[in-house]
């Protein structure tokens, strides 16, 4: 079987080196750049299956690789870990608005590092080898053979995580989930209670899927617990 390629893009040469280390390890390729220009002139000859990227980088910083990575067709399924020495919400939140599949504060732990690692392989997988099957929720259609979400007919572009979500939820219409089970079923790793996580998803897919995002219409807010799809769609 073929090893993962990941692409960790750190300036600090002992985290860079320690990085590299146990991804290889633990049986990993890894390829490392001190800044982000480096790694986007080479990713299209070379295109790795994961993004580590420290957000405090000489020249562009990692939420502007992040934002470049999303907006180009090649790049835009590929899972990000974002790195921050920083432990401000804003950081956090505003890198997963942008596409980010996870982040972690530093300084951090090889072993947590891995494990999310590893969750992100398996979740990605899991996602690419779904069986063939059509959801209807009123005007959305989920196509999980094809990966593709439509609504009226056209096309909604989805991160991973955000189509995760909305295919979970919508296999479940209805049914109240919380957002730690959210965070196990879609990220397979314990957040420590980073619910937030998930709000932050949920608000920016609904910005894709509803017609008013301020008054959904397919997915619910469950004061103090979680998340529920309801097809009104078809009401």
Not at 34 to 40: I, T, V, Y
Request: glycine content about 6%; charged content about 30%; hydrophobic content about 35%.
């Amino acid at each position: 079987m073929a090893k993962e390629l990941i692409y960790v893009v750190e300036d600090e040469q002992h985290i860079q080196q320690l990085i590299k280390y146990n991804l290889e390890t633990s049986g990993f390729k890894v390829s490392v750049f001190n800044d982000g220009e480096s790694a986007l002139e080479i990713y299209e000859t070379d295109k790795p299956d994961l993004f580590i990227l420290d957000i405090m980088l000489p020249g562009i910083d990692g939420l502007e690789i992040c934002k470049k990575l999303r907006a180009n067709p090649k790049t835009k399924n590929i899972p990000i870990i974002m790195l921050t020495a920083k432990g401000e919400e804003f950081d956090r939140v505003l890198g997963l608005e942008l596409g980010a599949d996870d982040y972690i504060t530093k300084p951090f732990s090889v072993r947590e590092l891995i494990a999310r690692v590893k969750a992100l392989f398996r979740r990605t997988y899991s996602t690419t080898s779904t069986e063939d099957t059509i959801i209807k929720c009123g005007e959305i259609v989920i196509d999980c053979n094809r990966h593709e979400v439509t609504k009226k007919g056209c096309k909604i572009e989805l991160p991973l995580k955000e189509y995760e979500l909305l295919k979970l939820l919508a296999l479940n219409p209805g049914i109240v989930m919380s957002r730690e089970l959210l965070l196990e079923k879609i990220w397979g790793f314990d957040y420590f209670g980073e619910t937030r996580t998930v709000d932050v998803h949920i608000r920016y897919l609904r910005q894709k899927i509803e017609d008013d995002d301020s008054n959904p219409t397919y997915i619910e807010t469950v004061r103090g617990i979680g998340y529920k799809f309801a097809d009104k769609g078809d009401k």
